[in-house]
């Protein structure tokens, strides 16, 4: 793992879940890089792309509620709680 402090915001790439764990329970802003690296739409979606597959179809677009963090937090304390149980 990659760890670099630019701008008082620690930045990290691939961390290991154990890694990742670690940071998280410091509550404190972290980044980490490269996550959509290897996802289709990094390397498929141009305009030209999305003509041909979308055209004039109209397109749902998801927002994040205000509480979306509050949820993650929740979502990984209940996983955390599974792995600790196993």
Do not use: T
């Amino acid at each position: 793992m990659k760890v670099k402090n630019s701008n008082s915001i620690l930045r990290i790439k691939n961390p290991n879940q154990e890694e990742f764990v670690e940071l998280w329970k410091q509550y404190q802003p972290f980044l980490i890089e490269g996550v959509a690296e290897y996802w289709d739409a990094c390397s498929k979606w141009s305009n030209d792309y999305l003509i041909k597959h979308c055209g004039n179809n109209l397109v749902e677009i998801q927002n994040f509620k205000k509480n979306f963090l509050r949820i993650i937090k929740y979502f990984l304390m209940l996983v955390l709680m599974l792995k600790i149980e196993k």
